[in-house]
C-alpha cells in the first residue's frame, strides 16, 4: 500500500519561510512525478506545485511561482521539498504531497488520487 507522509509545517509570520518534506513509500514503479496540495476548511484540495521524476521539469499554481521552490532529492527519488518563503496569511493550509505517473495528472486528476497523507498545517499570521 502506498504511503505518503508530510513533514515541516507550522507556525510563521507573515513574510516568514517553511520547509516542507514529503516521502512516498509502497510504490512499485519508478520515473513518477511528485506534487504538493493544499487544502482549507470548506475548499477542495487545490494543486500548489508539480516536479517530475528527473527534478528538472517543475509546475507551480499562479498563486505561489516565485515565492515557493519544489525540489526532489537526487540519491533518494521518493523524497520531495517544498521551500516555501515570502509567505501570505492566504497560504494558510494543511499542505499534502502526492505522486502520480506525470505532473499533467498531478494538476488535472489529483482527486482521483486514491491515497493520500495526513497533511501537515502551515498557519501564517499576519
Known amino acids: 500500500q502506498v504511503q505518503l507522509v508530510e513533514s515541516g509545517g507550522g507556525l510563521v509570520q507573515g513574510g516568514g519561510s517553511l520547509r516542507l518534506s514529503c516521502s512516498v513509500s509502497g510504490r512499485t514503479d519508478s520515473g513518477y512525478a511528485m506534487g504538493w496540495f493544499r487544502q482549507t476548511p470548506g475548499k477542495e484540495r487545490e494543486f500548489v506545485a508539480g516536479i517530475d521524476w528527473s527534478g528538472v521539469t517543475t509546475n507551480y499554481a499562479v498563486s505561489v511561482k516565485g515565492r515557493f521552490t519544489i525540489s526532489r532529492d537526487n540519491n533518494a527519488k521518493n523524497t520531495m521539498y517544498l521551500q516555501m518563503n515570502a509567505l501570505k496569511p492566504e497560504d494558510t493550509a494543511v499542505y499534502y504531497c502526492?505522486?502520480?505517473?506525470?505532473?499533467?495528472?498531478?494538476?488535472?486528476?489529483?482527486?482521483?488520487?486514491?491515497?493520500w497523507g495526513r497533511g501537515t498545517q502551515v498557519t501564517v499570521s499576519s
Open positions: 502526492n505522486a502520480a505517473r506525470s505532473i499533467s495528472t498531478l494538476v488535472v486528476l489529483h482527486t482521483t488520487l486514491l491515497y
